[in-house]
């Protein structure tokens, strides 16, 4: 089994921070990649900021100065420090990841989410 688990969403006035968690657990060959996605009410998912498998970090334009992501590859964790939010930032964010659970067979995986809310 594998599981993605994040933690340190919440409440918190535009402007302000918050920084979320994402860990692997589980049995597996390796993380090829991982990153954030996030989906809004009435919106699709979009990516946030990913570590592409060939190991560069990819941001969404509208978090590019704000948002810096970081893999903890000890902890199998991916970080997402967010800075300078904006009410447009609310959202579920989803941490997603590609993992090699056998040799170079490679699935994706997502977080259950947690809320991020940015109030006025």
């Known amino acids: 089994q594998v599981q993605l688990v994040e933690s340190g969403g919440g409440l918190v006035q535009a402007g302000g921070s918050l920084r979320l968690s994402c860990a692997a657990s589980g049995s597996f060959f390796s993380i090829n990649a991982m990153g954030w996605y996030r989906q809004a009410p009435g919106k699709q998912r979009e990516l946030v900021a990913y570590?592409?498998?060939?190991?560069?970090?990819k941001y969404t334009d509208s978090v590019k100065g704000r948002f810096t992501i970081s893999r903890d590859n000890a902890k199998n964790a991916v970080l997402l420090q967010m800075n300078s939010l904006r009410p447009e930032d609310t959202a579920v964010y989803y941490c997603n990841a590609r993992i090699a659970t056998a040799g170079p067979y490679e699935y994706a995986y997502w977080g259950q989410g947690t809320q991020v809310t940015v109030s006025s």
């Open positions: 570590f592409t498998s060939g190991g560069t970090t």
